[in-house]
């Protein structure tokens, strides 16, 4: 199953989100930069960090040396974490916008409707179960619908969609849960636990994260981040 490509587009990402039932107060903001200036702009709080990167060489190779480590050394992973997998081609920004709504429901005050169903219904399901919810949205109304937004609102970017064109480019979230700083990737076997931070400090050490991701690719200048935040439009 595949999906045409949602944009990195913070208007089109703000009417999935409140079409899904995420209240007018929150919104997601571009971030033009990584440095503390540029970080001060970021209206607060800030919930989650979303980075859209090449998926190059060096991106797969450090990510399967980074699993092998931690497979072998190990890592903290709340048990609260909402983290799901990626079976439908193309869905990387709609899950990223899922993990970083679904981590935090409590903050946010989610309306009644099918995307509360469909986290409230996924709570308890493992990663793989969460993912194959998506991927049989046929025998789920809600999952459904879901799908549907994001088609319909992937052809309202500035950029034309061509559904058979490879994509090159890969959406993750960045997101706090008690204490910890993780790095939410559907198509990797687990969650990354990027170490300690807290609400105050969040945006800087999820920034941090960013930066290492464009160090890695210093020569490719297509990055973007985008910030789920309170700020009204």
């Not at 480590?69 to 081609?89: C, H, P, R, T």
């Not at 935090?104 to 509360?116: S, T, V, W």
């Not at 052809?155 to 993780?182: D, I, S």
Request: charge should be negative.
């Amino acid at each position: 199953m595949s999906l045409l490509p949602l944009e990195s587009n913070p208007d089109v990402m703000n009417k999935f989100l409140h079409l899904l039932g995420v209240p007018s107060k929150w919104n997601i903001v571009d971030v033009y930069g990584l440095d503390g200036d540029a970080l001060a702009w970021v209206p607060r709080p800030v919930l989650a960090l979303i980075l859209l990167f090449p998926c190059s060489e060096q991106f797969y190779k450090h990510a399967e040396q980074e699993c092998s480590k931690l497979k072998e050394e190990g890592q903290i992973i709340a048990a609260d974490l909402f983290y799901m997998k990626q079976y439908v081609s193309n869905a990387c920004g709609t899950i990223a916008l899922i993990h970083s709504v679904a981590n935090n429901m409590e903050k946010i005050g989610l309306q009644e409707g099918a995307f509360k169903k469909i986290l409230d219904d996924a709570k308890h399901l493992t990663p793989e179960e969460r993912g194959e919810m998506l991927l049989s949205s046929s025998k789920n109304n809600e999952a459904l619908n879901l799908i549907t937004a994001h088609q319909e609102l992937a052809m309202e970017g500035q950029t034309e969609v061509n559904p058979n064109e490879q994509v090159n480019h890969h959406f993750v979230a960045l997101v706090e849960k008690n204490g910890h700083l993780y790095e939410l990737d559907g198509r990797k076997e687990f969650p990354i636990n990027h170490g300690l931070t807290n609400q105050e400090t969040f945006l800087e050490d999820a920034a941090k994260i960013c930066r290492e991701f464009i160090a890695r690719d210093a020569e490719d200048v297509n990055f973007t981040v985008m910030a789920l935040t309170a700020s009204e439009n």
